[in-house]
């Protein structure tokens, strides 16, 4: 499977609509349909499944640690992450559908990250919020509204492909 990821990710890489869709804003999912329609539903959780996949199978290149619908081609606002950074097996994977940060600490720290999408094995540096507060729906259809602080990183790498930024637009 991983090499199946992998052989998907070098060909859609190499597509001009591929980084173009990098730079666009995804789609929300649409909970209310989310929640009535059975067919609907099982389309998101089939596109999370691959999410899952791809972040458990290291995305091919590298150890991933977080992973958003943008960077498999598919435009919609869900992003998925380790809730301890890295991989510690099958558990421990937070899905956010539609993810929003409602607020953030002023304190921010210069973070180095790599990214999927590049996939050139170089670490770009970008500012980000020592915490922030994110309202997002999980698997269930459930609202939440929870702060991070250690993982405030991931989730604003993840959330800003969803707005169609990249790692490379605001260096540090
Ligand atoms: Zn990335």
């Keep these: 499977m991983s090499e199946n990821i992998k052989d998907f990710l070098t060909q859609i890489s190499d597509i001009p609509e591929y980084s173009e869709l990098l730079h666009r804003r995804g789609f929300q999912v649409n909970m209310r349909l989310y929640k009535i329609n059975k067919k609907y539903r099982k389309m998101i959780k089939d596109i999370i499944k691959y999410l899952h996949i791809a972040i458990k199978t290291n995305y091919g290149w590298f ?84 702060s991070f602080n250690h993982t405030s990183d991931i989730i604003c790498h993840e959330l800003d492909h969803n707005n169609g930024i990249m790692v490379t637009d605001n260096p540090v």
């Design 63 to 146: 150890s991933a640690s977080g992973m958003s619908g943008h960077n498999v081609g598919i435009p919609l606002n869900i992003i998925c992450f380790y809730k301890d950074r890295w991989n510690t097996g099958d558990d421990g994977i937070i899905t956010m559908i539609n993810p929003k940060i409602i607020e953030q600490s002023k304190e921010t720290k210069v973070c180095g990250s790599g990214c999927g999408s590049i996939a050139d094995g170089k670490t770009y540096y970008n500012k980000r919020p020592l915490w922030i507060l994110v309202k997002y729906f999980d698997i269930k259809g459930i609202e939440h509204t929870d």
